[in-house]
């Protein structure tokens, strides 16, 4: 059927996405059982408006932002890692670096009015694992004197909003088909767990797209400092820098590399030091080692230690998984990878091979997958961003118990529909 213009008539297919939105955002606890299907609700309407409605840019932009707007007025449902967030910028106001010490080591020297806030951490007893741009978000609102909770996320909420209206833009000028964009500007996951649950994905996609626009215009130099903020803002662009060899060529590569390295090592100046490079070591080593959420070939290769070694694998398995997934990815890099290879399929290819070896995936892992998608026209990332919202299933009032056929019957169809659209090289979103 072909596509209807933005309009009345059509109005109803964005409140189709609108109202259980606003209803999982501000309606419902993650353990709620009527969670996941009242996001399937918005969901199909989301997928209904990508293929029936014609937007134009300004549109879009609007109906987003809108959208985003109205979700300002409540406290994140689906996480509490934004206690952390403000903690972290809070500490360093103070002076006392967030990758020093634990926050339990650090009650005993803090003033009583910490003491709400600590009891609120998820993560009392780890290091900070956010690198130095993610630091320097969550210390704004205590430089700009803001103490409660509520204004401090709202805060870092407007910047990560910027930030989105930047990823918005980028999209669009590289695509130039505000359809294509929609896929990302008004999918529920992106709008639901950035804007909603303040995760920093979008600050960390802005900077891949950046670096992305730069590099393609043999402004290396300019792509290399956006990429290397991409790595401060979160570890994650770290695995496409084997990409550059073959995009770029080896010496501009190399140099790079050396940019990247030097950038990294300036604006982590504030931070720099052993003790504090050590906090950071252990909080990582912690989230390989024992960390596991929604993870694809590690929950099958535990299911194997169980029944060969007796225990939870984890410790061990975690590790050799990043091994295997770093082995694989510059393989890829290095023999698959050639000039006619689009950046975004090869960042699509590298990021998936990551995830379905990751001992951890939480929903908004994959948001940078569907960024990609608005290139590539890849299904698999569209679709995973609407059944990934399955692992809230397994909340309830007090613990965690993961839903395992929930999550089998997940990485089955991803992966059987990643295979057939990347080896095939069929994108099923191609023409939308």
């Avoid at 996941?36 to 293929?51: D, E, H, K, M, S």
């Avoid at 909003?161 to 695509?175: A, K, N, P, S």
């Avoid at 670096?211 to 290397?228: C, D, E, P, T």
Wanted: charged share 10%; hydrophobic share 55%.
């Amino acid at each position: 059927m072909p596509k209807k213009p933005l309009g009345f008539k059509t109005g109803w297919l964005i409140l189709g996405l609108v109202i259980p939105t606003l209803c999982v955002h501000y309606g419902f606890e993650r353990s709620s059982s009527w969670l996941v299907p009242i996001y399937g609700v918005a969901f199909v309407f989301y997928l209904f408006i990508i293929f029936k409605i014609d937007f134009s840019f300004t549109q879009l932009v609007v109906t987003a932002l809108l959208i985003r707007l109205l979700l300002f007025f409540g406290a994140p449902c689906l996480s509490d890692d934004y206690y952390r967030f403000i903690w972290d910028g809070q500490i360093w106001s103070e002076g006392i670096s967030p990758y020093q010490s634990t926050p339990v080591d650090l009650m005993n020297d803090l003033s009583n009015q910490y003491n709400d806030l600590y009891k609120k951490l998820n993560s009392q007893t780890y290091h900070s694992t956010y690198p130095p741009i993610s630091q320097y978000i969550f210390v704004i609102p205590a430089l700009s004197g803001i103490k409660d909770a509520f204004w401090s996320m709202t805060v870092m909420r407007f910047v990560l909003l910027m930030f989105e209206l930047g990823v918005i833009y980028l999209l669009f000028q590289m695509t130039r088909s505000a359809t294509h964009v929609s896929l990302y500007a008004l999918n529920p996951l992106v709008i639901l767990e950035l804007t909603g649950n303040i995760h920093f994905e979008g600050v960390v996609i802005f900077f891949i797209l950046l670096a992305w626009w730069f590099y393609a215009q043999n402004k290396w130099v300019r792509g290399a400092m956006a990429l290397s903020f991409g790595v401060l803002a979160k570890l994650t662009p770290l695995m496409f820098l084997p990409l550059l060899i073959k995009k770029m060529g080896v010496q501009k590569s190399l140099l790079s590399y050396s940019v990247i390295g030097v950038s990294m090592i300036i604006f982590s100046l504030p931070f720099l030091n052993l003790e504090i490079i050590n906090g950071l070591g252990n909080g990582l080593d912690l989230f390989f080692r024992k960390f596991e959420f929604n993870a694809g070939i590690f929950f099958l290769t535990r299911e194997v230690g169980f029944w060969v070694k007796g225990y939870d694998i984890v410790q061990t398995a975690g590790p050799w998984l990043t091994v295997i997934a770093f082995v694989l990815i510059v393989g890829y890099s290095l023999f698959a990878v050639n000039d006619q290879t689009g950046w975004a399929k090869a960042f699509t290819v590298v990021l998936f091979i990551q995830l379905i070896f990751a001992t951890t995936v939480h929903p908004w892992y994959v948001i940078l997958l569907v960024a990609f998608s608005c290139f590539t026209g890849f299904a698999f990332p569209v679709m995973w961003s609407g059944i990934i919202f399955i692992s809230y299933l397994g909340y309830s009032d007090s613990s965690y118990q993961h839903p395992m056929e929930w999550i089998a019957l997940e990485y089955i169809l991803v992966i059987g529909l990643a295979v057939y659209e990347i080896l095939r090289n069929k994108p099923l979103f191609k023409n939308v």
